[in-house]
Nanobody, 123 residues
Framework: QEQLVESGGGLVQPGGSLTLSCAAS????????IGWFRQAPGKEREGVSY???????YYADSVLGRVTVSRDNAKNTVYLQMNSLKPGDTGVYFC????WGIGTMRETDYTYWGQGTQVTVSS
């Protein structure tokens, strides 16, 4: 059974850190591009970061310098490390798979999505 599961979300104070995980079972992430997206309450979903098949990285301006995306092919998992979190980072974070391996922040380029993990930044 193919599954894509995000984890690692939670409640954190401003300035804190979280590391989100995106783990796949039933298929390999190694040749895919993985995108991270988030949806804040009352807002449209937006792209945060991606890691392509060849290792190219992208970060949205809103998280540049505070977020690092990485992958561990042996664990079939992609990570999103987030530091210096702000209340504006609050939202549901989704990872998604682009099986063609090309990094992009177009949601329509991603064919498989996880269920999301909630991140709340609040004092």
């Amino acid at each position: 059974q193919e599954q894509l599961v995000e984890s690692g979300g939670g409640l954190v104070q401003p300035g804190g850190s979280l590391t989100l995980s995106c783990a796949a079972s039933g298929f390999t992430l190694e040749y895919s591009a993985i995108g991270w997206f988030r949806q804040a309450p009352g807002k449209e979903r937006e792209g945060v970061s991606y890691i392509s098949r060849d290792g190219s990285l992208y970060y949205a301006d809103s998280v540049l310098g505070r977020v690092t995306v990485s992958r561990d092919n042996a664990k079939n998992t992609v990570y999103l490390q987030m530091n210096s979190l702000k209340p504006g980072d609050t939202g549901v974070y989704f990872c998604a798979v682009n099986p063609w391996g090309i990094g992009t922040m177009r949601e329509t380029d991603y064919t498989y999505w996880g269920q999301g993990t909630q991140v709340t930044v609040s004092s």
